[in-house]
């Protein structure tokens, strides 16, 4: 187990604990290695004694994430309610580490503990009467829709290090009244707008629609 020059001993755990620190500071755009390697205070050569690679470090972040949203194995709830529960834990993680987002929303799950996570949200659907081609769907819909709520969340879209902001009463202010009408009168609505209500909605709609009715 290697040494830091700040005396730490270092492992896997501790250099992707960095890792999501650095793309927290920085951004995905702004991590490498060499930057990895000094915030531990050690060579980035050093670094391959914990981790395989650039690409596993990105994989182990993810990881990290999944694994502090609240996953508990509970037998006293239906699996409709522990779907609801971990998209909502999942996704105030991802709202505490807006910067990793884009990073979530554009690999797959690849470590072991992030596949055991998917392992258990397929359990899940199956428990609830969705199995075959129908359980893939499911879950993808389901993980899609948590991250990509995310990404507005955090108000910005982060693509190829380019940040926008995202601010869509802003837009539609500037929208002509002849040409878009609809969304001009709409804009009031946006003063009872509230982001935890429109993930309520979107959650609970995607949920009726894969889960079976009796679950």
Do not use: C
């Amino acid at each position: 187990m290697a040494r830091s020059e700040k005396g730490r001993l270092l492992n896997r755990q501790k250099v992707l604990e960095a890792a999501l620190k650095l793309i927290d500071d920085e951004g995905v755009e702004g991590f490498n290695m060499r930057k990895l390697g000094a915030a531990l205070g050690v060579e980035a050569m050093s670094l391959y004694n914990h981790i395989e690679g650039k690409d596993d470090v990105l994989d182990g972040v993810i990881e990290l994430l999944l694994l502090q949203a609240s996953y508990p194995q509970r037998t006293d709830v239906t699996p409709r309610q522990e779907l609801w529960d971990f998209a909502h834990e999942y996704r105030n993680v991802l709202r505490a580490h807006p910067r990793a987002v884009s990073l979530v929303a554009a690999r797959q799950l690849r470590t072991d503990a992030s596949l055991a996570i998917l392992e258990r949200l397929l359990e899940t659907l199956h428990r609830a009467g969705v199995e075959g081609v129908d359980a893939i769907y499911a879950v993808n819909s389901f993980a899609g829709f948590i991250i990509g709520h995310a990404l507005f969340d955090v108000g910005s879209v982060a693509v190829a290090g380019f940040e926008q902001e995202v601010n869509e009463k802003a837009v539609w202010q500037r929208l002509s009244p002849d040409r878009y009408p609809t969304l001009r009168a709409a804009i009031p609505v946006f003063e009872h707008w509230s982001a935890e209500r429109e993930f309520d909605f979107g959650l609970r709609a995607l949920l009726q629609s894969i889960l079976p009715q009796r679950e």
